[in-house]
């Protein structure tokens, strides 16, 4: 596939990220573990006592970190990156709870930095360089959502009023802001700039819905007949019921990969009981963040809580979204649609990137399942989906 071949993950030994850390942000690490990522390389960073970090209106101390090194696709287009990064900050700024970008020592959120790696195989420096792009953000306390097998309602509803607060503080219209921040018109002004410089390339939010049309050539990669027409159908409606009206859609800065894996939960006491409750206390992963439709995060965190958390997940996370903020019922009546898309790139993009890095097992993650859902979707009638999710 064209351009597959220029994408390379990151393979930094523990002994290599620690050194790292000292160079770019002079921190020493007491504790150092690698975590799982999709194309990207994470290490989870605790320091032996807190140190301060500028938070754009003072100092906040910290004591655990991420140090992120991006992919090489993403590295050679750092601007993508950037912005991910800025909007962390901005959002921070907010007071919304998402890791916090800290500078380093030449005072930039971001570096790109020539590293001499691992060949991921356990066998030590071998020669191989990559030019990747690294940030440190501050770490979010608590447990993945997925670390739960079962999940009250009222955390499902929580998820959706987190959602709608982000889009609350991040809704703008190019056409003449009605938002009176002029750090958001400038952050979304980078966005427009890059989605005009460029339109098509990889870095341009490979995971977007509105990218599915241009995706047609992955259905190669579909061994299952009957799964590869179940995914041409769900293009074609894509292309039939959405594509045409998508621009009138709300719009503004989205997360992008709204799913279990990044939102961060945590148990706070309960006013004047001895137990506690289970709260959305973070949001984590902006690597797919972009300027585009609200409606297509929603989509995203729909189909990925129905993933994990069965077919009636949806009803409670949009009872706390729309307690939070309104979705226009032409963009509602989509959301069928554009549920069936996620399934989709999630299967063909998972497919791609299995033949870049064939050892990574966290790349085939819940496949089946969404080729499943997609299939059971595809021969429900709307109308009755509709109803179950309570729309």
């Known amino acids: 596939m064209e351009g597959s071949e220029l994408i390379n993950r990151p393979f930094l030994d523990l002994h290599g990220a620690n050194e790292l850390l000292t160079k770019l942000y002079n921190i020493q690490a007491s504790n150092l573990e690698e975590l799982k990522s999709f194309t990207d390389q994470n290490f989870y960073i605790g320091l032996e006592s807190p140190i301060d970090i500028d938070c754009g209106s003072g100092d906040e101390k910290c004591d655990q970190f991420i140090l992120k090194l991006y992919n090489s696709k993403d590295s050679a287009d750092g601007n993508r990156v950037e912005l991910a990064v800025n909007t962390m900050a901005f959002l921070s700024n907010k007071e919304f709870c998402c890791p916090r970008p800290v500078r380093n020592i030449y005072g930039k959120l971001v570096h790109l930095e020539a590293i001499s790696c691992n060949d991921g195989n356990g066998k030590g420096f071998v020669g191989k360089h990559g030019v990747y792009m690294v940030t440190l953000l501050s770490f979010l306390p608590g447990q993945p959502l997925g670390s739960l ?16 607060h982000l889009h609350k503080i991040l809704e703008a219209s190019l056409d003449g802001f009605c938002n009176e921040d002029r750090n958001l018109q400038r952050l979304v002004k980078e966005f427009q700039d890059y989605n005009h410089n460029k339109p098509t390339t990889f870095c341009s939010g490979e995971w977007s819905l509105e990218k599915v049309i241009g995706q047609r050539h992955l259905l190669d990669l579909v061994d299952d007949n009957l799964l590869r027409d179940a995914i041409t159908k769900t293009i074609d ?25 990044n939102i961060i939960i945590s148990k706070e006491p309960i006013p004047n009981q ?18 585009s439709c609200l409606i297509f995060d929603i989509a995203v965190a729909l189909s990925e809580l129905v993933v994990t958390y069965g077919m009636s997940a949806p009803r409670h996370f949009l009872e706390g979204y729309l307690s939070k903020k309104n979705i226009p019922n032409t963009e509602k009546n989509l959301l069928y649609y554009l549920v069936l898309v996620r399934y989709a790139q999630r299967i063909m993009l998972s497919l791609e990137a299995k033949q870049r890095d064939p050892l990574n097992e966290y790349i085939m993650k819940d496949c089946e399942t969404c080729a499943g859902l997609l299939r059971k979707l595809l021969h429900m009638e709307k109308n009755d989906v509709y109803t179950m999710w309570n729309i």
């Open 149 to 164: 097998n079962t999940l009250p309602d009222e955390i499902l509803v929580d998820i959706g009023k987190k959602l709608a």
């Open 237 to 261: 409606l894509y292309e039939e019921h959405v594509e045409p009206i998508c621009h009138l859609f709300k719009k503004g800065i989205i997360h992008g990969d709204f799913n279990e894996d």
């Open 274 to 291: 001895s137990s506690k409750k289970f709260i959305v206390s973070g949001i984590i992963d902006f690597g797919e963040v972009e300027y």
